[in-house]
């Protein structure tokens, strides 16, 4: 995702920030218009129109977006328990956990490239499927950027069972669904990041002592989250997105990321109830 924010050597930031690319994201929005409603009369086909919509609020009604988030917000709270984050907060995590979680992140990455490829070929119209291209460029980028800083190899660093989980998961959205979908399944990692980063800095938690006050710097921006919960919630208005499926994918996604700071510090892993 195209971000100027800084990435430190040693920080793992989601490489799902470099979604953040405005003009591509009308390209995207553009093309699932077509892709998925063509010929619909009453569609909005001017995503210009669409982003003014989606920002036609009741007083009383909140977004798709903020509807996610609020149903969903006791897996935020338990990410903010977890040991990891709790680590990074205090700056006693054991290094060799952030280490591992590191590790786990460029494998889970190098797993997601496969997704982003694939849906590169299953889209079809040139502004969606170049949207997906350029995100698989990002994640093939991000990866080896990650594989280099810590000396791996890309066959070198495995799966524990709630990566693996996560990027089977995310293998099933991207197969399975409507391509817009997997836009939902992004949003969790992209508002979660941010709204821990910024508990920590309110609870002032960002000291120089602290040696993962990096972490929370880096992490702190809402802007990747807002410019792509903006295109769903546009679709959403615009009756794109069945908002009881785009729930059960938001919310096993936030489990996924929940599990995957758990699985840090060998945390007993959330069971993800049935839906």
């Known amino acids: 995702m195209a971000t100027s924010t800084k990435r430190s050597r040693y920080n793992v930031q989601s490489p799902r920030n470099r979604l953040a690319n405005p003009r591509v994201l009308k390209a995207f929005l553009q093309a699932t218009i077509a892709f998925q409603k063509a010929g619909k009369k009453d569609e909005v086909d001017s995503p210009d129109v669409l982003r003014a919509t989606a920002q036609q609020r009741v007083a009383d009604e909140k977004t798709l977006s903020e509807r996610l988030w609020d149903q969903n917000l006791d897996l935020v709270d338990a990410a903010w328990d977890t040991k990891f984050?709790?680590?990074?907060?205090?700056?006693?995590?054991d290094p060799n956990d952030y280490?591992?979680?590191?590790?786990?992140?460029?494998?889970?990455?190098?797993?997601?490239?496969?997704?982003?490829?694939?849906?590169?070929?299953?889209?079809q119209g040139a502004p969606l499927e170049e949207f997906f291209k350029g995100q698989y460029e990002g994640y093939k980028g991000y990866t080896q950027e990650l594989y280099e800083s810590w000396f791996l190899k890309p066959d070198g660093a495995d799966l524990g069972p709630a990566a693996q989980a996560y990027?089977?998961?995310?293998?099933?959205?991207?197969?399975?669904?409507?391509?817009?979908?997997?836009?939902?399944?992004?949003i969790p990692c992209l508002r979660l990041w941010p709204y821990l980063a910024k508990m920590m800095e309110k609870g002032g938690y960002d000291k120089e002592s602290n040696i993962y006050k990096f972490w929370i710097e880096d992490n702190?921006?809402?802007?990747?989250?807002?410019?792509v919960e903006e295109v769903v919630d546009g679709c959403s208005l615009s009756g794109l997105i069945n908002e009881e499926k785009a729930n059960q994918i938001y919310r096993k996604c936030m489990y996924g990321e929940v599990n995957f700071f758990k699985s840090a510090c060998d945390e007993p892993l959330l069971i993800i109830p049935p839906q």
């Open 85 to 93: 984050i709790q680590g990074i907060a205090h700056g006693n995590l």
């Open 99 to 123: 280490g591992q979680y590191t590790v786990q992140d460029a494998a889970y990455c190098n797993a997601a490239t496969d997704n982003l490829q694939f849906l590169t070929d299953k889209v």
């Open 167 to 186: 990027v089977d998961l995310e293998h099933e959205i991207a197969h399975n669904e409507e391509a817009l979908y997997y836009l939902v399944s992004m």
């Open 220 to 227: 702190g921006s809402y802007k990747s989250a807002e410019e």
